[in-house]
């Protein structure tokens, strides 16, 4: 019993004894490390700074031209937030906005900008940038608005801005983007203007752009789209729809200005294969002022209806195949007749309803450029007669 004891005596010890290192080892080796991160902080400066520091750095070693020297002051020695056409967040001191545009800059791309992880806005606008954008930038999540327009990129619109749920502004106009549009452009729901005018697309317009219930303006002028425009897109709350220039074809809905779209400002649809007959409906969209359906192939009869849309200040139709004489009734006659110069059909004018509702000694005076318009006047000429 004795020798039991004693043995279990010395195991107890030798037990307290080992833990006890055990915790002086791991206490040393916590003050060890805790001392090393001083340091380590002491010597370099926060990662999220030198992140983006770096990222820059390496962008500015991609540029091949900066002829007016607006990176002259991109430099180690100079506070990120300083440089020529950074913004950066108060608090953060992350770099938020990137402004090259207009800039004249030559280069590409680099994906270290994808580290750039806080950027909200991009503008590499009017520049002459070539090649891809690279996958990485897919990483700027928090990216609002995006204009690369007026560029030389090319290679396919990347799907994955279909994952970039902030953005609101998407310009890619004006280079050599080729391929479909993405389904995925139809995933951003904050989505309020995109503009891909001016590339190489090709294909059908994705239905999915019909479910951007936030955008205003739509600009796909320029490419090679073919098909018809999907039904949603006249469904949403569009202010500018811009198609010129495609080869899209179909017909425009009877109740195009029913739903949604009466808030439309502008309309352009020229140059296109688009057919028969404009829809009458056109004038419940009262805010119109810019209209151009030039150079397709509608054809019956010019709605007189047009005549009701009071804010309209341009009107482009030449280039169809209407047909018969137009009858036109409208308290707007001048503002209406001033737009009609650019086609060849002819206008029947009620002039005896125009100047009763204006009274003859209140007859406005026309200033309309009517050099290409043939018109035929119906009037009883004792409106005329002295009283």
């Not at 091949?64 to 937030?81: I, Q």
């Not at 009620?350 to 026309?366: C, N, R």
Request: aromatic content about 12%; hydrophobic content about 40%; charged content about 10%.
């Amino acid at each position: 019993m004795y020798t039991c004891a004693r043995i279990c005596i010395k195991v107890h010890f030798s037990f307290y004894f080992l833990l006890k290192m055990v915790k002086i080892h791991v206490l040393i080796a916590c003050l060890l490390m805790a001392n090393y991160f001083m340091l380590h902080q002491a010597i370099i400066p926060p990662q999220n700074l030198t992140t983006d520091l770096s990222a820059l750095l390496e962008f500015k070693s991609h540029i091949s031209l900066d002829p007016f020297g607006f990176l002259d002051n991109w430099s180690s020695t100079t506070f990120v937030c300083n440089w020529t056409g950074i913004s950066c967040a108060f608090k953060s001191q992350r770099v938020t906005a990137l402004n090259l545009s207009n800039w004249s800059l030559r280069g590409i791309i680099p994906p270290h900008l994808g580290n750039l992880t806080f950027l909200t806005s991009l503008d590499f606008s009017h520049n002459n940038f070539s090649g891809f954008i690279p996958l990485q930038l897919a990483n700027l999540i928090s990216l609002k608005q995006m204009n690369v327009g007026y560029n030389n990129l090319s290679g396919e619109i990347p799907s994955w801005f279909g994952n970039l749920q902030e953005i609101r502004f998407l310009l890619l106009n004006n280079n050599a983007f080729s391929g479909a549009i993405p389904l995925s452009l139809g995933n951003i729901s904050n989505l309020e203007k995109l503009n891909l005018g001016y590339n190489l697309l090709e294909g059908n317009i994705p239905k999915g752009i019909g479910n951007l219930s936030n955008l205003r303006t739509l600009t796909f002028r320029g490419n090679q789209l073919t098909g018809s425009i999907p039904s949603g897109i006249f469904n949403i709350s569009l202010e500018e729809i811009d198609f010129a220039e495609n080869s899209l074809s179909g017909t425009l809905p009877i109740d195009i200005c029913n739903h949604q779209l009466k808030q439309i400002k502008g309309l352009n649809l020229s140059v296109n294969q688009f057919q028969g007959e404009i829809p009458s409906e056109l004038y419940n969209c009262r805010d119109l002022e810019h209209v151009s359906l030039s150079y397709n192939q509608f054809n019956g009869r010019i709605p007189r209806t047009l005549g009701y849309l009071v804010k309209l200040k341009d009107l482009s139709l030449g280039g169809n195949i209407f047909t018969g004489v137009n009858s036109i009734s409208t308290s707007n006659l001048c503002s209406y007749l001033g737009v009609m110069r650019k086609f060849a059909n002819s206008v029947f004018v009620h002039l005896q309803s125009y100047l009763h509702f204006y009274s003859f000694l209140a007859i406005p005076k026309l200033h309309c450029n009517l050099c290409y318009v043939k018109i035929l006047c119906d009037a009883l000429l004792s409106i005329f007669s002295p009283r």
